[in-house]
């Protein structure tokens, strides 16, 4: 249990930091989201890129990996669709919002420095792999349930293709494939970026943090931190070493980027569509707040790869 709060405590500690000097007026909101997107637009994309380019692909296949993930995204999604509807009568949108809330994850800000902290480089390629296909998939999946046949699936495409994460992903696998050697002085620059990514992604939670917090009514939050910390996890654990039988590397990491909180994405796309606004920040800092505990649970009872 004491290793496995040594591995958590820098990480929330960092992420607490962040909302401590927001609350102070050190950083401001548009500090914040300056920082985030320098975060998102550069040095994740650094580290992706200087880590993929360079790994070596284990011979295990990605399917299990993959399964085992998104079927719990798919069972918490309509479990919090389904009881937005029905218990509480809100919207299709609304409950599409809700459902999207409780199976995207915040698998680059807070995913990327956990497991790296928990595993090292070692779970870098199920980790960026897990990565690569999140977005697009849950993204997709939810533009497509909000807008029906209305919507263009070039546009999504589209847009995706442009996004700088997936961009570095793409590029550190043809990096890799093609056996690219770029000159030392050039990989110590990225690097140099890269090492950016873990700290500035933390502080840049944490002033979000401070912004969102919790304005929806409890219920709603309070189900989807349960199904978001604790039921997709516990899925994807069962899967993961108990059907699929993933190699424990594998299997931890599945589960550890399971019971990462809400990402900032639901927040962002509820904000788009007018849509479950204060429910979507709500669980974003709810989870967030939670999962300091339950990061030490899942933590305590994965086997150590």
Same mark, same amino acid.
């Not at 960092?14 to 989201?33: C, K, P, S, T, Y």
């Not at 424990?248 to 550890?256: D, I, K, N, R, S």
């Not at 429910?279 to 305590?300: D, E």
């Given at each position: 249990?004491?290793?496995?709060?040594?591995?958590?405590?820098?990480?929330?500690?960092?992420?607490?930091?962040?909302?401590?000097?927001?609350?102070?007026?050190?950083?401001?909101?548009?500090?914040?989201?300056?920082?985030?997107?320098? =975060?998102?637009? %550069? +040095?994740? *994309?650094?580290?992706?890129?200087?880590? @993929?380019?360079?790994?070596?692909?284990? #011979? !295990?296949?990605?399917?299990?990996?993959?399964?085992?993930?998104?079927?719990?995204?798919?069972?918490?999604?309509?479990?919090?669709?389904?009881?937005?509807?029905?218990?509480?009568?809100?919207?299709?949108?609304?409950?599409?919002?809700?459902?999207?809330?409780?199976?995207?994850?915040?698998?680059?800000?807070?995913?990327?420095?956990?497991?790296?902290?928990?595993?090292?480089?070692?779970?870098?390629?199920?980790?960026?792999?897990?990565?690569?296909?999140?977005?697009?998939?849950?993204?997709?999946?939810?533009?497509?349930?909000?807008?029906?046949?209305?919507?263009?699936?070039?546009?999504?495409?589209?847009?995706?293709?442009?996004?700088?994460?997936?961009?570095?992903?793409?590029?550190?696998?043809?990096?890799? =494939?093609?056996? %690219? +050697?770029? *000159?030392?002085?050039?990989?110590?620059? @990225?690097?140099?970026?890269?090492?950016? #990514? !873990?700290?500035?992604?933390?502080?840049?939670?944490?002033?979000?943090?401070?912004?969102?917090?919790?304005?929806?009514?409890?219920?709603?939050?309070?189900?989807?931190?349960?199904?978001?910390?604790?039921?997709?996890?516990?899925?994807?654990?069962?899967?993961?070493?108990?059907?699929?039988?993933?190699?424990?590397?594998?299997?931890?990491?599945?589960?550890?980027?399971?019971?990462?909180?809400?990402?900032?994405?639901?927040?962002?796309?509820?904000?788009?569509?007018?849509?479950?606004?204060?429910?979507?920040?709500?669980?974003?800092?709810?989870?967030?707040?939670?999962?300091?505990?339950?990061?030490?649970?899942?933590?305590?009872?994965?086997?150590?790869?």
């Amino acid at each position: 249990m004491l290793s496995s709060i040594a591995i958590v405590f820098p990480i929330f500690g960092l992420i607490a930091v962040g909302l401590i000097v927001r609350r102070f007026g050190v950083l401001d909101d548009q500090m914040g989201e300056s920082l985030s997107k320098f =975060v998102f637009t %550069l +040095a994740i *994309p650094a580290l992706l890129f200087s880590t @993929l380019s360079r790994s070596e692909m284990p #011979a !295990v296949q990605p399917w299990g990996f993959w399964t085992a993930y998104f079927v719990g995204v798919a069972a918490v999604w309509i479990i919090a669709g389904v009881f937005s509807r029905q218990m509480l009568g809100d919207t299709r949108a609304g409950a599409v919002v809700a459902g999207f809330t409780a199976g995207q994850a915040n698998l680059v800000l807070v995913g990327v420095p956990l497991i790296l902290s928990a595993y090292g480089q070692a779970a870098a390629t199920p980790l960026f792999l897990l990565i690569g296909i999140h977005l697009p998939i849950t993204m997709t999946a939810a533009t497509l349930l909000l807008e029906g046949r209305e919507t263009s699936l070039s546009k999504i495409f589209g847009k995706l293709a442009r996004h700088p994460i997936i961009l570095a992903i793409a590029a550190g696998w043809i990096a890799r =494939v093609s056996g %690219l +050697a770029l *000159p030392i002085p050039v990989w110590t620059m @990225l690097e140099m970026l890269g090492s950016a #990514a !873990v700290p500035g992604a933390l502080i840049a939670t944490g002033v979000a943090l401070h912004r969102y917090g919790l304005k929806a009514d409890w219920r709603m939050p309070a189900l989807i931190a349960v199904l978001k910390l604790m039921v997709h996890p516990a899925i994807v654990y069962v899967l993961a070493f108990h059907v699929m039988d993933l190699p424990p590397l594998w299997g931890a990491t599945a589960v550890l980027l399971a019971a990462c909180p809400t990402g900032i994405n639901a927040y962002l796309l509820a904000q788009n569509y007018r849509e479950g606004v204060a429910l979507a920040s709500g669980s974003v800092f709810l989870t967030t707040v939670l999962a300091l505990a339950t990061t030490v649970f899942w933590l305590a009872i994965l086997p150590m790869p």
